[in-house]
């Protein structure tokens, strides 16, 4: 008989790992900050003033606009503006404030996509393991393909390919109209999804190429499909030159495909198209500020903005 078949085995925890050793042990398994990096004393402070002064956490702490909190968002893109220096300033009208980069996910989900009009889901591959749950939820099980990586961050030539089948594939079938969203004044149903990480991709940490960021929008336009970004790690950048004493950039080095797909070739919101764009940015408080504090925003176009709050 198997020596073994009767054993009962445990799988040793992170916790229990680092209580077998001497030194503090960086668990490196999920992407959990130090708890030394959590801004306890600046959120404590925030919260004493906000709920001090009746004029704004009264309003605060009702239910409030559908698209957030008119000082945060206005605060939001004058801060946006200046870390990214778009060719046109972030307007507060382009920012929904939400409950953080997955929820924002799962209801752009909602809004903007069928589970069958929706041909695919294309997400640049390695690709970041929690957003499958999501739109596995919507109802694209099956209808997920990877898109390979390649020096620039996406191999654009593997996805017109496959685009252009999947669209072939959708005319034999007469997929020809949403079958389960109605028509909405303030949504519409994208033919695709496009997911990707330009910046610090995760886990392959590679950052796409101005070039690529270009041709990604161009694609977008062509086959209807909606480019998700999620820009959360753009603000964690730092000076190469590991002698200055510098401790963070204070600049964007790349435009966002966001600030691209608005001013490329006429803009999203140019004279022939339906003012929606094809690229929302996918931001959260959480990787620079603590996780927990559950708020994030999504900016694209007005019309997209005002979209995601109806959700």
């Known amino acids: 008989t198997d020596r073994h078949s009767n054993a009962s085995f445990k799988m040793t925890t992170p916790e229990e790992l680092a209580n077998t050793h001497s030194k503090p042990l960086i668990n490196l398994l999920r992407g959990w900050p130090s708890t030394s990096l959590l801004p306890v004393s600046l959120i404590k402070q925030a919260t004493q003033n906000v709920l001090s002064n009746p004029t704004v956490s009264d309003p605060g702490l009702l239910y409030g606009p559908d698209t957030g909190h008119p000082p945060l968002r206005k605060a939001l893109a004058a801060w946006l503006t200046e870390f990214y220096e778009p060719a046109q300033a972030v307007t507060p009208e382009r920012i929904a404030i939400t409950g953080g980069a997955s929820q924002n996910l799962a209801g752009l989900l909602q809004v903007y996509t069928d589970p069958v009009f929706t041909r695919n889901v294309w997400m640049v591959a390695p690709a970041y393991m929690l957003a499958f749950r999501s739109f596995e939820d919507a109802g694209f099980s099956g209808k997920l393909r990877a898109v390979p990586e390649d020096e620039e961050g996406i191999d654009l030539g593997f996805l017109r390919r496959e685009i252009h089948k ?33 910046t610090f991709a995760n886990p392959s940490s590679r950052t796409m190429s101005l070039s690529h960021r270009k041709e990604l929008v161009r694609c977008a336009r062509e086959y209807d499909a909606l480019v998700i970004c999620d820009d959360v790690y753009d603000f964690l950048q730092w000076p190469a030159d590991i002698k200055t004493e510098q401790s963070s950039l204070d600049k964007a080095v790349m435009p966002r495909v966001v600030d691209i ?12 198209s339906d003012g929606f764009g094809n690229v929302v940015s996918n931001a959260s408080f959480s990787k620079i500020g603590a996780p927990g504090m559950r708020t994030g925003w999504v900016e694209g176009t007005e019309k997209f903005a005002y979209g995601v709050a109806q959700t």
């Open 166 to 198: 999947s669209e072939e594939k959708a005319k034999v079938e007469g997929n020809t109209k949403p079958t389960f969203k109605p028509a909405r004044p303030y949504a519409k149903i994208y033919r695709h999804v496009i997911y990707c990480v330009p």
């Open 261 to 272: 797909d608005r001013v490329l070739d006429g803009g999203a919101e140019r004279a022939d």
